[in-house]
Every structure is written in structure tokens, then in C-alpha cells.
């Protein structure tokens, strides 16, 4: 009998392996919500990735390294898109920023020194006299950003991701949009790192389902 019960379970336990194995390592409603109503992205042949987040954010300012170390080993196929969220009219000054040094083309300094200004250095970024001093730091001349940071281009950003901030329905800051179909966050993902963990399993999901339909 002893002998009949070890050969049940060798015969069994590789089907256990597998299927323990092919279990889901995060699900819909737990770790990543599925959005009430999945939105376009700008590029069809690309996955498109988006980060909805506010300067003012603790949260955000520690996710940033983290989304830097994932940027490094980003694959081709996706496409990462950074969005200044807009919930109410003060968050529209940062946003404005944002795509003002998106515009000047000194995002890559600029990103980094308006968070280290409200973090790490306390200041309060709170109109654009104080906006305009971190870009002058960066070398960036008062002209180039008052015509900028006032310009309709920025304005016409400004709206659209304040429309896009309402569609995505987010719920806080920082905020992860997978291909407009899906949205992690610290809170559901459990962490930082994991958050990005969540986008990975999303994005591989995604890329199954675009091969699975080309083969069709």
C-alpha cells in the first residue's frame, strides 16, 4: 500500500509542478485593475507604458530611480511615456514645467532637479517665479522660459493630460497605465520594485495577445 501511494504521488507530481508553475503570479483586481474604459495609445505597433505622477508626490519622487533602473533594460517593443497628472489647479503649474522643459529640450536635467527641489532641498515650488529659478540653475535663460513656459504649445499639453488624467480614472499618484488597458500602483503592486514587476507581467501579456492576433 505504502509502495501504491509513493507511485500515485511520482506519477502525480509532475502534473502539480506544471500547474503550479503556469499559475498566474498576479491577477486582475489584486495587483493591477483592468481600466472601465480602455483608452488609445499614441503608437499601435508599440506597448505603450505610462507614468501619471505629480512633483509634489513623496511616492513618486522614490519610484523614480526604480523607473530609471527599469528604463536601462526597456524592450523596443514598448513605448515609456512619462505624464504630469492634473487633479485640481494647483497641479497645473508643475505640469506646465514639465512640458516646458519637455519643449526647451532639458527634460533629462530639469526632471530630476524640480523633485530634488521639493524634496531633497524643501523648497516651495508653488508659482512661476520659483519654477523659473530652477530652469535659470539649469542654464536655461529667463526669456526662453517665460515665452515657453506660457506658450500654447504647453497650454495645449497641459489640457491633454489633464483629459487623460480624468479617462485613466486614477485614484492617486504615482499611477501605472499598461497599453490603456490596465493600471498598477505602489498600493496594489505592493512596492516600488514590484510595480514594475506587475508592468513586465502586463506588457508580456499584451505581446502574447498581439502575436496571438497576427497569427490569426
Known amino acids: 500500500m505504502k509502495w501504491l501511494k509513493r507511485g500515485v504521488l511520482v506519477l502525480f507530481l509532475p502534473f502539480f509542478m506544471v500547474a503550479t508553475a503556469c499559475a498566474e503570479p498576479y491577477k486582475e483586481g489584486e495587483q493591477y485593475k483592468a481600466l472601465a474604459q480602455p483608452q488609445a495609445t499614441a503608437s499601435a505597433d508599440k506597448i505603450e507604458v505610462v ?18 533602473n527599469w528604463l536601462k533594460n526597456k524592450p523596443d517593443d514598448v513605448e515609456f511615456v512619462r505624464m504630469p497628472a492634473i487633479v485640481g489647479p494647483p497641479w497645473e503649474l508643475l505640469a506646465k514645467a514639465y512640458y516646458t522643459a519637455e519643449f526647451l529640450g ?5 526632471h530630476y532637479a524640480l523633485f530634488d527641489a521639493i524634496h531633497k532641498d524643501k523648497k516651495k515650488v508653488v508659482n512661476e517665479a ?32 489633464k483629459m487623460m488624467t480624468k479617462r485613466y480614472a486614477i485614484s492617486g499618484v504615482p499611477t501605472i497605465i499598461i497599453n490603456g488597458k490596465y493600471n498598477t500602483s505602489g498600493s496594489l503592486a505592493g512596492s516600488n520594485e514590484n510595480i514594475l514587476k506587475v508592468v513586465d507581467y502586463l506588457v508580456e501579456q499584451e505581446r502574447q495577445a498581439a502575436t496571438a492576433a497576427s497569427a490569426r
Do not use: M
Not at 52 to 68: D, K, N, Q, S, T
Not at 106 to 110: A, E, F, S, Y
Open 106 to 110: 532639458v527634460l533629462d536635467t530639469i
Open 130 to 161: 520659483a519654477v523659473q529659478a530652477i530652469f535659470e540653475a539649469q542654464g536655461v535663460s529667463a526669456e526662453e522660459f517665460r515665452n515657453t513656459f506660457n506658450s500654447f504649445a504647453v497650454a495645449v499639453k497641459v489640457n491633454n493630460a
Open 51 to 68: 507614468e501619471l505622477f505629480w512633483y509634489g508626490c513623496p511616492h513618486c519622487y522614490r519610484l523614480e530611480p526604480v523607473i530609471g
